[in-house]
C-alpha cells in the first residue's frame, strides 16, 4: 500500500503543469521573434495577428516576443495607464486588445507568448509635446545642462525616481495577473537610461545623502558615479524579478539588453550582475551586426562573458531586419545561426517579425 501511494505521488508531480513547464523551460532551446508595431502591421487586426501565427509557426519558431508598451502607451487596455494619464490604450488599438488575441491564438498553435516592455523608461520619442512630460515633468532625466534628458531622439524618465519605476512595476503586474502570459520582457530600455543622466533634483538629492553631501560629478561617467547609478538600476532589475516570480512564479523574466560593457557603459544595464545575481531566466543581448565578420567578433566576446554554467540562459539576438529597408540574406544568417550552434548557443532570437515573411526560415529548423 505504502509503495503504491508512492507511485501515485510519483506520477502526480511528473504530470502536474508545473513539472512540465519546468521540463520545457531547460529542454526547449529558445527560436524566437520580435513583434513590434512599428514598421510592421502584425497586430493591427486579429486576422493579422492569425496570419502572424500561423508564419511564426511554419518557419520553426517557438516564441513570440510582443510589444506591450510602445510610444508612451499600452497597446492593450490598461487600468493602470488610465489611471495615470486618463488614457485607456495606444489609439491605433482602441477597441480591441491585441495581446489577449495573441496569447489565444499563440497558444492555439503551441507558441510561447511573452509581453515585451518596449519603451521602458522612455516616454517619447522626439515628442516634447508628450502628456507624461505635461503630467509628470519631475520624473524627466535631466542632463549636466540641465536640459531633459534625451539620446537619439528618445525622451527618457529619470529611471532611478520612484515614480516611473512604480508605473512600469505596475504596468508589468498587471500583465502579469491579467493575461495568460508565458513571460515578459525588458530591453535597452528596461532596466536603463542614458548615462548621461542624472543631474535631475532628485538625483541630486539622494546621492548627497548617500555621499555625505557631496554633489553629483560634473562628469556622468565618472566611474563612482556611472557605477552607483548602474547598482540602482541592478536593484531595479531584482525588485521586477521577485515581485513578477510572487505573482507568477512560472513566468519567465527576460532581459533583452545592449552587448557588454557598452551597455553599462552608455545604458548602465550591468547585465551580467542580474545574471550572476539570479535575476534574470534569460538573458537575450542584441548583438545586431552586418556581416559575419562583425558577427563573430562579437560573439566570441559574448561567449567569454558568460560562465558555462549560465550559457543556457543566454539567447542571442540576431538582427534581420530594419524598417530602412535592410535584410539579411539566407547565407549571412544561416552562418549566425551555425555559429551560435558552435559556440554552444542553442536558441536565438530574431529583430523582427516582418523577416519571416520574407525569408524561408525553413532553412533555420534544425
Excluded at 63 to 70: D, R
Excluded at 290 to 312: C, F, G, H, M
Aim: hydrophobic fraction near 40%.
Amino acid at each position: 500500500m505504502i509503495y503504491l501511494r508512492i507511485v501515485i505521488l510519483l506520477v502526480g508531480v511528473f504530470c502536474s503543469p508545473l513539472f512540465v513547464v519546468a521540463q520545457n523551460s531547460k529542454s526547449e532551446a529558445i527560436k524566437g521573434t520580435w513583434v513590434t508595431n512599428v514598421a510592421s502591421n502584425a497586430l493591427l487586426s486579429k486576422e493579422n495577428i492569425q496570419r502572424t501565427v500561423l508564419q511564426a509557426k511554419q518557419a520553426g519558431l517557438n516564441t513570440l516576443f510582443v510589444v506591450v508598451w510602445n510610444g508612451g502607451y499600452t497597446l492593450y487596455p490598461s487600468a493602470v495607464q488610465q489611471q495615470y494619464i486618463g488614457i485607456r490604450q495606444h489609439p491605433d488599438f482602441a477597441g480591441r486588445d491585441p495581446l489577449r488575441e495573441i496569447i489565444e491564438e499563440g497558444h492555439r498553435a503551441n507558441l510561447k507568448i511573452h509581453a515585451w516592455f518596449e519603451f521602458g523608461f522612455s516616454y517619447a520619442y522626439k515628442d516634447t509635446a508628450s502628456l507624461w512630460l505635461k503630467r509628470y515633468p519631475t520624473w524627466c532625466g535631466r542632463n549636466t545642462k540641465g536640459e531633459l534628458l534625451q539620446k537619439n531622439g528618445f525622451y527618457w524618465w529619470n529611471a532611478l525616481h520612484p515614480g516611473p519605476q512604480q508605473l512600469l512595476q505596475s504596468l508589468i503586474l498587471e500583465v502579469v495577473k491579467n493575461y495568460n502570459i508565458d513571460g515578459i520582457q525588458g530591453d535597452d530600455r528596461l532596466p536603463a537610461m542614458p548615462a548621461e543622466g542624472g543631474y535631475d533634483s532628485y538625483t541630486r538629492t539622494i546621492y548627497q545623502n548617500e555621499f555625505n553631501g557631496a554633489s553629483v560629478p560634473d562628469n556622468p561617467k565618472d566611474k563612482v558615479f556611472l557605477k552607483w547609478k548602474s547598482e540602482k538600476l541592478s536593484n531595479y532589475a531584482a525588485q521586477i524579478y521577485k515581485a513578477v516570480k510572487k505573482e507568477k512564479p512560472s513566468c519567465v523574466v527576460s532581459w533583452a539588453p545592449s552587448i557588454y560593457p557598452w551597455s553599462l557603459e552608455e545604458y548602465l544595464q550591468d547585465w551580467p550582475t542580474w545574471l550572476k545575481g539570479g535575476y534574470a531566466d534569460l538573458i537575450i543581448p542584441q548583438l545586431y551586426r552586418y556581416n559575419i565578420e562583425a558577427y563573430t567578433t562579437i560573439l566570441k566576446q559574448l561567449r567569454s562573458q558568460v560562465p558555462d554554467s549560465l550559457l543556457e540562459k543566454i539567447v542571442p539576438g540576431i538582427l534581420t531586419s530594419l524598417g530602412d529597408g535592410y535584410q539579411a540574406d539566407t547565407v549571412l544568417m544561416q552562418k549566425m545561426i551555425q555559429l551560435n550552434r558552435s559556440l554552444g548557443f542553442k536558441g536565438e532570437v530574431f529583430f523582427y517579425f516582418e523577416t519571416v515573411n520574407r525569408i524561408p526560415f525553413s532553412l533555420y529548423k534544425d
